[in-house]
């Protein structure tokens, strides 16, 4: 069994900055990319950025510039630090990790979620 915990959300006003963690805890071989996702109500899930196990990431269009995700391999965890925020990054945002399991195979894993608001 595989877990994902998410940390850092809350309230910050326009223009503040915030840093999200995730930590993987359980059993696996490897974990391959990890991302963050987010959701605002009425919209679908969107990926807000990913990186690779070398390090290699991918971002949204809305967030680039403003927000960089990295990753630390030896205690199984990814951050995405938030600066410049706006009232449009809004949303519940999620971790999300791909493992090669103890059991060989390939599977997806998601955190709770951690609310992130932004007043303007």
């Known amino acids: 069994q595989v877990q994902l915990v998410e940390s850092g959300g809350g309230l910050v006003q326009a223009g503040g900055s915030l840093r999200l963690s995730c930590v993987a805890s359980?059993?696996?071989?490897?974990?391959?990319?990890m991302g963050w996702y987010r959701q605002a109500p009425g919209k679908q899930r969107e990926l807000v950025a990913s990186?690779?196990?070398?390090?290699?990431?991918n971002y949204a269009d809305s967030v680039k510039g403003r927000f960089t995700i990295s990753r630390d391999n030896a205690k199984n965890t990814v951050y995405l630090q938030m600066n410049s925020l706006k009232p449009e990054d809004t949303a519940v945002y999620y971790c999300y990790a791909n493992f090669l399991g103890i059991n060989l195979r390939n599977d997806d894993y998601w955190g709770q979620g951690t609310q992130v608001t932004v007043s303007s």
């Open positions: 990186i690779t196990s070398i390090g290699t990431t």
């Open positions: 359980g059993s696996f071989f490897r974990i391959n990319v």
